[in-house]
């Protein structure tokens, strides 16, 4: 099958999040009010300090996936806990598949409740609320054109000896046409804790927008 194609502009700059990777939580909470469901809210954006957050449904109906190290397991119960002590009806599932995703979309339709799309793998198309690494396409003000994301099992395919190959592999292997880097020259430049960044020689991509 033919791989999506769309001009962009001119990429100067790569940049790469990964994400560590943890333990994955799944929290689903019916609301009799709008104070309920806003209580439930500052509560998760209290957690974002501590553990990543990713909602996934408002509404009578709100729901929050969380990844979280897994010394912090004793956090997650402790919210469970408060969730349970506090509203009448809670579900938690301690992982996250596409079952779970569409059990909460049916729950979404029963209840007349939004779901948010979720982040997918650009190389098998899975879902995942946290992918294990990001790719970020930059033009020269540091402006992202394109941002790109990859499930664990698709990066640990990847054998590559240096950040630069594992760049490369990831968006040689994209579901889009980036065959363009593999013979582009990627220059380190200063990172930081949540990204590694590259200079791009010239070089133009396609993209499905």
């Excluded at 002590?85 to 579900?91: E, I, L, N, Q, S």
Aim: negative net charge; charged residues 25%.
């Amino acid at each position: 099958m033919p791989r999506k194609q769309h001009s962009i502009p001119t990429v100067s700059e790569i940049r790469v999040e990964p994400v560590p990777p943890g333990i994955r939580w799944v929290y689903l909470i019916e609301t009799r009010s709008q104070e309920e469901a806003d209580e439930v809210g500052r509560l998760f954006r209290e957690l974002e300090s501590q553990v990543q957050v990713r909602p996934l449904c408002v509404g009578k109906l709100v729901g929050y996936a969380v990844q979280a190290h897994h010394s912090d397991v004793l956090l997650l119960d402790e919210v469970e806990d408060v969730l349970r002590r506090t509203y009448a009806f809670v579900v938690t599932y301690r992982s996250f598949e596409p079952l779970i995703y569409r059990i909460v979309d049916e729950l979404c339709k029963d209840t007349q409740s939004t779901i948010f799309p979720l982040p997918h793998c650009n190389i098998c198309g899975s879902l995942d609320p946290f992918p294990n690494t990001v790719v970020n396409l930059a033009d020269d003000n540091g402006s992202v054109l394109i941002s790109r994301s990859y499930c664990s099992s698709c990066t640990a395919q990847i054998a590559a000896r240096s950040h630069k190959e594992f760049i490369k592999s990831l968006l040689i292997a994209d579901e889009c046409d980036f065959g363009c880097f593999e013979e582009a020259d990627l220059v380190r430049r200063p990172s930081d804790k949540h990204s590694i960044r590259f200079k791009v020689g010239e070089c133009r991509t396609t993209n499905d927008g």
